[in-house]
T-cell receptor, first 113, second 114 residues
Framework: DAGVTQSPTHLIKTRGQQVTLRCSPKSGHDTVSWYQQALGQGPQFIFQYYEEEERQRGNFPDRFSGHQFPNYSSELNVNALLLGDSALYLC????????????FGPGTRLTVL | AQSVTQLGSHVSVSEGALVLLRCNYSSSVPPYLFWYVQYPNQGLQLLLK??????LVKGINGFEAEFKKSETSFHLTKPSAHMSDAAEYFCAVNLGGGNTPLVFGKGTRLSVIA
C-alpha cells in the first residue's frame, strides 16, 4: 500500500499565475481533504471532497477550487496566486467513518515569487 | 466552533528526560482529539487519537496522552526522550473521524539534547 501520494513535491510560481496540485488517496479511501500549512503554523482546512463533490469548505477564497475524480484522486487549483499562498499543501484521505482517522501525504511545497 | 491551544512553541529536553507537550482544547460537543508528528520536509503522522473510549491513550513510539475533560486538556507525554523524537508536534480536534475537518494547534517544536 503506497499510502497517500502527492505531486509535485515542490513548485515555484510567480504572482498571478495558476497552479494545480494532485493527490492520490490511500487505497480504498473515498474522502479527500486539503490543508494549507503556512511556515511556522498548523495546517488549516481548505475543503473536502466525497463522491466527486465538495462537501465542506474552510475559510478560503474562491480562488481555491478542487476536483475529485471517479478513482477518488483529487486536484487542488489555485488561481491568481498571491505571495501569501506560499505554503505546504497537504492532502489527507480517509473513509467517511466517524471512528476513522485521516492519513496525510508528504505535501507539496508551493513558493510564490 | 472548536479550537486548540498548544502551550509553548518550542520545548527542549535532554535525552532520557520526560517529554511533556501541552494541549488544551475548546469544543461545544464531545471532541475527538489527535496528536500528529511532523518530521522536517515530511507530512503528518498520527501518534495517537482519543475517540471517547479510554481516557488514557497509548500511541506509537512510546507516546501517550490523557484526556481530562475537567481541564479540557490532552497533554502528550513520553517517559524517556530519544534523539529521534526531535520533530514538530501538532494537537488537533474534530467532531469525529474521517469526514470532519481537523482543527490544528500551532504546533510545538521538540528539541532533544544529547
Amino acid at each position: 500500500d503506497a499510502g497517500v501520494t502527492q505531486s509535485p513535491t515542490h513548485l515555484i510560481k510567480t504572482r498571478g499565475q495558476q497552479v494545480t496540485l494532485r493527490c492520490s488517496p490511500k487505497s480504498g479511501h473515498d474522502t479527500v481533504s486539503w490543508y494549507q500549512q503556512a511556515l511556522g503554523q498548523g495546517p488549516q482546512f481548505i475543503f473536502q471532497y466525497y463522491e466527486e463533490e465538495e462537501r465542506q469548505r474552510g475559510n478560503f477564497p474562491d480562488r481555491f477550487s478542487g476536483h475529485q475524480f471517479p478513482n477518488y484522486s483529487s486536484e487542488l487549483n489555485v488561481n491568481a496566486l498571491l505571495l501569501g499562498d506560499s505554503a505546504l499543501y497537504l492532502c489527507a484521505s480517509s473513509f467517511r467513518d466517524p471512528n476513522d482517522e485521516q492519513f496525510f501525504g508528504p505535501g507539496t511545497r508551493l513558493t510564490v515569487l | 466552533a472548536q479550537s486548540v491551544t498548544q502551550l509553548g512553541s518550542h520545548v527542549s529536553v535532554s535525552e532520557g528526560a520526560l517529554v511533556l507537550l501541552r494541549c488544551n482544547y475548546s469544543s461545544s460537543v464531545p471532541p475527538y482529539l489527535f496528536w500528529y508528528v511532523q518530521y522536517p520536509n515530511q507530512g503528518l503522522q498520527l501518534l495517537l487519537k482519543y475517540t471517547s473510549a479510554a481516557t488514557l491513550v497509548k500511541g506509537i513510539n512510546g507516546f501517550e496522552a490523557e484526556f481530562k475533560k475537567s481541564e479540557t486538556s490532552f497533554h502528550l507525554t513520553k517517559p524517556s526522550a530519544h534523539m529521534s523524537d526531535a520533530a514538530e508536534y501538532f494537537c488537533a480536534v474534530n467532531l469525529g473521524g474521517g469526514n470532519t475537518p481537523l482543527v490544528f494547534g500551532k504546533g510545538t517544536r521538540l528539541s532533544v539534547i544529547a
